[in-house]
Every structure is written in C-alpha cells, then in structure tokens.
C-alpha cells in the first residue's frame, strides 16, 4: 500500500480538512481561529510582527546590591502577578520537580485565578496541579501533560484547553509571540546573588537549563529558584545575569534522582531488547553506521534500548561516530568516554551519569538551548543535522502516522517532546514500538491523535519484523535482495505489522466514541492545528471490565447495555440476552441492568453482572448458584509427579485480561491469585472470575492450572464453596501453612464441598512463619496431594522481625530446613518470588542459588520472567548427556547390577549408583518434557530404568 502523499487543505464551510485528513473546526472553544495543517512543510515562518526581545523591567541593582528576594511570595508581587496572567516553568527535574507546583499554590494563595500555565513539560510528580485545574486557578495549559495530570485532564478537569506542542515549537511559538510569558520561573541547582546559574552543580543539579533560555530571554519578568547559592559569577553560565529580575531560595528544588523515570529507565524487557537489537540491524544494513553519523534516541525505553544495541554494533565495526544529541543517559555517556561517539550536545540530561559528564566531558559534551536543538523557524537546528533519529510511539497507522500524546481510549498521557522535530529534521526517523501492547493494537489503520504525519517516518521497528514507508523508495532500494538471514530481522509491509497486533491483541482497534467538546489541540511545529482531541466517553475501570449498575424496584425486568468498542469481543446483544437470562436463572424480577465495556471478554461482562446482582441483593441469590457460561468438566487424574514445574506466574484474579492470555506467556503454571493480590472489597468479584476463567473462559493448554486462596480460613473456604463445585483446579496454593492440622482441615473441607471421599486437587503450601519451618517436616508428609512446598519469605521475615535484604542471607536457614523437609517427602522445592521487575541478573543470581540449593523451579509475578526462570530450571547439555549415558549403562548391564562405570561430563570416570540414577532419571524427565532429547526411545527408556530400580 503506497502512504498517502499529504493532501491539500479542503474549506468545508466551518471546518478545514487538513493536509492529514483530520477535520480542524475553524473556530476552537478556548482556542481561536485555527490555521490548519498543510503538510510537514508547507507553512512559511511567520516574520513580521515579532515580539521584542525583553523589556527592563526595573533599574538593575548597583553598588554591590544583589538581587536575592526574601520568598517566592514577594517575587511574584514584584512581578506583577495577576489573574490571566502565563507562567512558565522548566521541567529539567521532570518527576522530582518541586517547584512549580509550589509556586501555583502560592498564585492560589495570593487569589490569582485563570493562570495560563506554560511549562516546557508536566510530569506526574506535579499532580497537585489536578485540584488548581477543578477551582479554576489553573484554567489553559501550553504544553502536554504526562500520567496523572493527562488523565485530569482527559476528565475535563480543566475548563480551558491544553494546546501540545513539540520542543522545538514551544521556542517558536514564544519567539512568534503565540505564548506571551508575563514571568518565567526557572529553577537552577546553583545560582550566585545576581542570577547567573546553570544545573550543573550542587545538591539538586539536573544537567542542562535549555527549556528555559528562550524565556528567559523573551518573558516580561524573570525568576531564578535556586537552593545552592555560590559566589559571583556563577560558572559556568547557562542563565546569564542580564535575563534575570529576582532570585529566590528554596531549602530545596525537588529530588534530582527522579529525572530518571519510567520513559527513560533502561528496560530489560525481551521483546523491547529485541526491537532495539532489530533497530540497529536496520542501520547498519542501510549503511548509516560510518564515522560521519549523527544520531538521537527518544526517551521510550525502546529507543533507549536501540541505542545499547547501536553502541555494541559501532564498537563491533570500529566506528566512531561525529555526534550523538539527548535527552542524554548513561547510555550516550558510556559511548562518549569509549570514544564510540565523538561529541555529545545535551538539552535534557536523563540520569545523574548525564549530569556528570557535562562537568567532566567538556568540551567533547556540551549544553545546547533548544532553540538551536529545534526551532523549525530559526536560521538552522542540530535536528536537521541528524541522520538518524530513534524514536518511541503509541500507535503507528498503516499510513505511518505516528500518535504519543494519547492512549487508543483517548485519554491524554504523553507530552510530544521532539518527536515531531527529530522526524521531521532527521534524514531517517525510525519509530519502535510493540505490535501489540495487552489488549491494544500498536499498529492500527488509523491512529487515535496524530502527534507526528507519517511523511516524516521512514521505518517502524516491531519484535515482528521491520516496515519501510513505501514514500521512501531510497530506503527500500538499499535493502532490495537481501535476505532476512542477511538482514538479521524480517522485512514486513506495514499491513502485515497491523495483522500481527490484531492477532496479538485479539481485537482490532479504531478510534473511540468522543463528545463534542475539544479539550486538547496539538499544533504541528509550524503553529498549525494537526489534530484536535476531543473529550473521550468516560472508560475509567473499564478495559477489560464491565461497569454495570443495578437498579431494584422497577415494574419489570431491564438489560440496557452500552458498548464503547466499535470492534467488541462480545456484542451489545449478546450481553443484553447473557443479562436477560442472568435475571430469569437467579428468578430475580423488577430489575434494571445498566451495562457498558469497552473490550472486555464475555466471561469477564458475566462476572460483573453476577457480583453486582449479589451485592446488590444480598442474601436473596442462593450461594450454591452460579450463573456458567462454559460446560462442566470432570476432575482430571492429579499429575503428582509432573515434571515442568519450573515458573509459577501469578496473575492478579481481577485482571480478566492477563487471566485470559494464562496459556500464552509460557509459564508451567499459573496461579489466579485471590490473596495479596485482590483488596477485600473485590474478593466476590475475583472469585467470580476466577470460576468462569478454570471453568472454560480460558485456554490454559498445557499450562498446569492454580489457583491461591486466602488460607484455611472462612475466607479461604468461601474461596472454595464459590469455584470448586463448578470448576476444575489442579493446584491450591495454601498460604500462612503452620501446622499439618491445617492441611487436613483443608482437604476435609475440600472432601465435603466437592462430595468425595478423597480430594483430587494438589496442594502447594507456603511457608510464611517461624512456627511453619518449624513444622516444615510434618506438613509435607500431611497428605499425598502435596506435590510441592514454598516460603513466603515478606511474612516470615516479620514474623522474625528482621529485615528482608535483596540476598535473602537472612532466609537462607529457612530455606534450606524446608528444602530438606521436601526432599524427604519427595516433593518439589519451589524457589521465592523475584519482586525486583527490571533486573534480569539479580533474577539470574536467585535462580542459580536455588538450583545449587536443589529448588525444582521459582515464582513469579510477571511474565517477563517466565523466560529466564524456564532457561534457568532447564537441564543444562552437558547434565543431559551425563544423565543419558548413565541410564543407558545401567540398563546394559545385566539385571541385580548395582554400581556401573561411566565417563563424567568431566571427562573423568565416575561411579552411577542408585541415588545417581534417581537424579539422571529427574534430569532426563525433565529434558523430555522440555524436548530437548527424543522420546523416542528416551521416554520407554526412562521407564525402564524406573522399574529395574
């Protein structure tokens, strides 16, 4: 499919379709008049009526007097400070800022309302912002919101609109005069008593000063914040003295340490690994990896990612390249000192390392404002110097138009930052991004919020494969006869990615339902309307759940449903008959039902109507009466001695969509937790879940099926009256296990609810107390359906009253009695949870102390360990082939043979006897089970060495 070359502008009266084919009201509420889009560069800068640089406010101070003011109060006094006036702020410290909220509180004190706020970024950090937007303080934003703030946003909070602007057009629209900051507010981490400053130095530095030199220059007044204050002059200066009205110190401008956050952490992600090794291939075959490149990465983690890969591929070639721009991190600064990289210019510094080297490295690493970094309209920028830029998206459409400011629901989350002036500058923007993100296409047909027009996007880099722009007939040439095993990724039309995230997200995405009212517009960099944003229906709690309200006392039973997906896994009148007939089981009349979802699967819509008929008619539904869409199955016969019991993932019983995907993320077994992991208020409704999910709403496959309930206990037992008369568990996992009264107290309760003289489902205890390694011995021996044994080691070691360390040196006593209380029993020692997400070698660490301790596999609680975790508890080749050659030895020799000889994966002789053959047995098993030796003859030969022993 060739991508769209962008259209003219199209007058329709009183809308403009404009060149992306967005229709732009030609009047905006809140807004104005709109200039709309006309393609990426197809607006002429603006160059007569140009503001001024700044007018003197007052009589700078001489003789030696300084310009240190005693509170921010008084600073904003003397600046003037009025309602409707704009304020701006940086955003250098982004989640640890703390001084523009501060400062908005003080405006809000002084009864200052209808602020304009104009930050170069908001951050979560600055959620307090969300209750000046609902009393009005705060009215108009001038830039993107990220996270919470977004969200607010999103909600309507704020009465005025929230115009999203590039890096590189907030400078162009200040230079142009379209934001008209009355005072600029800009926090420096050292300052002297006459303003000059940098963020280099001092408790809080934070990098560079870029967002804020443009307002410096242009504001009507300025305030420096510092709470480092140094002798005159400052050096070096990023802020220099003749900008600056007022300094103003603070005990402290925030935490430095949370510049880094989660869009700019380093991911340890597989997939994300994957697109970034991809996204480096994609460079070097297109020949870009020479000492001559230039090259940026985005914050996403993603892009972040292709740049470890970058470094290590210029390393492998013995290339040094001219320069490397940021948003820095340790990445950049780890190739600047190996000389992989020759200059580094930084605007935003992501982590303190960043921060160093700008001390350090100088000049090879120097601070550029962003003015020279991205103003489209000035007299050149670093961003038309690159040739290749790396970076992130939310969505990608089929015509390569790239969305980062909201999520597929609508709802505001993401600033632009320099995404449009990197692609739009770069000779290459390469977007990488997953196909598919849970129940979210990322590659769609079109995206919700243009941020970026796909006529600047030469490739999007998926784990799937690589898509060419068809526009970009260069690129494609490069690539043209090579193969994938040349190119070491493989090459995909854009239609094929949107494929692969419908099939991996199990629906198809289009845009959602809106209302009329527009609460976000984003400008293209030119100061043209690319896209609007309109309020999205309200989804919160939705996803993949159901909302639904329950009203008694009507003349007659009532479904009415509302489905906000144009694309549902269930229709609206499926789940208006699914209510009707809900109502006619439980023989319940004079009830409206009001349901709406969005993406949710038919088993999760069920679930929620049934816990809300429940709670709202409590005691009147029969305990013993379940609503069931799927057949009854029988018990299977237990898998006492089942060999894959590497990875246990847990998956919170009130997330339907993780539950529902519980056979695809490669776990031996699951466990639905209703524990820890569900408030109490939401226990019902979990177990709910839980029921529909084992009974047959999920595809478990191979996948051994558990569930974890909330203990020998009323709640416990409540856990089981509610699933097990109507659903199949192979495993209970029994937390806060004491004593082996409990376990026979358990299958007693079992016995009665199922009707049955001997229980058929397995038991996995935790060991979560002093008392309970104690009687570690006599609970694994208190019945035949315990196949295995963990600790919980969070409730032991307060129960200890020590402290848990990352080592857990203080469990390991622990450990190993209940480890060799397994052994005894032979039963499987299953290894504690790894709660550190983003650290593959520690989880690598854990996993090799607990098979040297004799563990049989490990929990989990995110699918991103599933992979090491299986890797880990896999018999290694050389075991297998040692194993092998023992069982076939011993059964060589003729019957009664109690010690046979055989060479060792050492290379030495070794003696097989008995215990020898019990451990190559258990290694052969499990090398069967993970198909890494035939079963044929292994499987019958297995078998026979068992029965000979």
């Not at 030199?213 to 990023?238: F, G, Q, W």
């Amino acid at each position: 499919m060739q991508a769209p070359v962008p259209q003219p502008v199209e007058d329709h009266g009183d809308y403009w379709v404009n060149a992306a084919g967005r229709q732009i009201p030609k009047v905006i509420p809140g807004y104005g008049p709109a200039r709309p889009f006309a393609g990426a560069f197809g607006t002429a800068p603006k160059t007569e009526g140009l503001p001024p640089m700044r007018a003197l406010p007052l009589l700078p101070p001489r003789g030696g007097a300084n310009k240190i003011i005693g509170s921010m109060a008084e600073a904003l006094r003397a600046c003037g400070a009025h309602d409707g006036m704009t304020i701006s702020f940086h955003h250098h410290l982004r989640g640890g800022d703390g001084i523009l909220v501060p400062t908005i509180m003080e405006l809000r004190k002084m009864g200052i309302r209808n602020i304009n706020l104009a930050p170069s970024s908001l951050h979560g950090g600055q959620s307090g912002l969300i209750e000046c937007f609902k009393d009005g303080t705060v009215t108009n934003i001038q830039t993107g919101a990220n996270d919470a703030l977004g969200i607010s946003v999103t909600a309507g909070d704020l009465k005025g609109m929230m115009v999203v602007r590039s890096h590189g057009a907030r400078v162009r629209a200040i230079r142009e005069g379209d934001i008209q900051i009355d005072i600029a507010v800009i926090g420096a981490s050292e300052c002297d008593n006459q303003g000059n400053c940098n963020g280099l130095h001092g408790k809080s530095a934070f990098g560079p000063m870029a967002y804020s030199a443009i307002d410096a220059r242009l504001a009507k007044h300025v305030i420096v914040v510092t709470d480092n204050m140094c002798e005159y002059p400052c050096t070096p200066i990023s802020i220099p003295e003749t900008f600056v009205d007022h300094v103003v110190v603070w005990p402290s401008l925030g935490d430095n340490k949370k510049i880094v956050s989660g869009t700019t952490r380093l991911t340890t992600d597989p997939q994300q690994l994957l697109i970034g090794e991809y996204c480096a291939r994609l460079m070097d075959a297109l020949g870009l990896l020479t000492n001559d490149l230039v090259f940026q990465a985005g914050s996403g983690g993603t892009s972040l990612t292709s740049m470890t890969a970058l470094s290590a591929k210029l390393k492998a070639k013995g290339v040094s390249a001219k320069m490397a721009n940021g948003g820095t991190t340790c990445i950049l600064v780890d190739m600047l000192k190996k000389g992989l990289v020759r200059k580094l210019t930084t605007c935003q510094s992501f982590d303190l390392s960043s921060v160093k080297s700008m001390c350090e490295d100088y000049p090879r690493h120097v601070e550029t404002d962003i003015d020279q970094y991205a103003n489209p309209n000035n007299s050149g920028n670093i961003c038309n110097q690159l040739d290749v830029m790396v970076a992130g998206a939310t969505e990608v459409d089929v015509h390569f138009n790239v969305n980062v400011n909201t999520h597929s629901d609508g709802s505001f989350q993401h600033n632009t930052g320099g995404h449009q002036d990197t692609a739009a500058g770069a000779k290459l923007c390469i977007v990488t991004m997953p196909v598919a993100r849970r129940a979210n296409p990322g590659v769609v047909d079109e995206v919700t919020t243009i941020t970026t027009p796909g006529e600047c996007i030469g490739a999007v880099v998926t784990e799937e494969g690589v898509a060419i722009n068809p526009r970009r007939t260069d690129l494609l040439e490069k690539l043209r006869g090579k193969t994938e095993a040349e190119l070491g990724f493989k090459l995909m039309t854009i239609e094929e990615l949107r494929n692969r995230g419908i099939e991996k997200a199990g629906r198809r995405h289009t845009r959602p339902r809106t209302q009329d009212r527009i609460i976000g517009v984003i400008e293209w960099r030119d100061g043209t309307v690319l896209d609007v944003v309109r309020q999205p229906l309200a989804r919160k709690d939705l996803g993949s759940h159901a909302r639904v309200k329950i009203t008694t006392g009507q003349p007659s039973n009532l479904v009415e449903v509302d489905c906000l997906d144009p694309n549902p896994f269930i229709t609206a009148a499926e789940v208006e008959r699914m209510g009707r007939d809900m109502l006619a089981q439980f023989g319940l009349n004079g009830i409206h039902m009001k349901v709406t979802y969005d993406f949710a699967v038919a088993w999760a819509v069920a679930a929620k109507m049934e816990v809300e008929l429940r709670r709202a008619l409590p005691g009147v539904i029969p305990a013993s009466t379940a609503f069931n869409l799927f057949e009854q199955k029988a018990y299977p016969a237990p898998q006492h001695d089942r060999p894959l019991r590497r990875s246990h993932l847990y998956i919170p019983a009130t997330d339907p969509y993780m539950m529902n995907k519980a056979g695809q993320v490669h776990a031996d077994g699951v466990i639905f937790d209703i524990e820890d992991a569900v408030a109490p208020d939401m226990k019902d409704y979990a177990r709910i879940l839980v029921r529909h999910g084992m009974r047959g709403g999920v595809d478990f496959g191979t996948t051994e099926r558990m569930m974890r309930i909330n203990g020998v206990n009323p709640t416990g037992f409540l856990d089981l009256e509610t699933i097990l008369p109507h659903a199949t568990i192979d495993v209970i996992v029994v937390p806060k296990v004491e004593t082996a009264a409990e376990v026979h107290q358990l299958e007693a309760k079992i016995c009665e609810i199922l009707h049955v003289e001997r229980s058929p489902v397995l038991l996995l205890p935790l060991i979560e107390s002093a008392l309970g390694v104690e009687n570690a011995f006599d609970i694994v021996r208190a019945s035949p359906n315990i196949v295995a044994i963990s600790m919980g080691l969070e409730d032991y070691t307060q129960d200890r009253g020590v402290e848990r360390t990352e080592s857990d040196e203080e469990s390991q006593w622990a450990l190993n009695r209940v480890a060799n209380a397994a052994c005894v029993a032979g039963i499987q020692m299953v290894d504690v949870v790894f709660s550190t997400l983003d650290d593959v070698e520690g989880l690598e660490k854990h996993i090799a102390r607990a098979r040297k301790m004799g563990f049989f596999g490990k929990r989990c609680i995110h699918p991103n360990q599933v992979g090491p975790i299986n890797r880990g508890f896999q018999p290694e080749k050389p075991d297998v082939d040692e194993s092998m050659s023992a069982v076939q030895t011993y059964l060589k020799a003729p019957a009664g043979t109690g010690v046979v000889k055989i060479t060792s994966k050492k290379g030495k002789s070794k003696m097989v006897d008995k215990p020898v053959l019990l451990r190559a047995l258990r290694c052969l098993k499990l090398a069967l089970a993970c198909q890494m030796i035939p079963t044929d003859p292994w499987a019958r030969m297995v078998t026979e060495c068992q029965a000979r022993l």
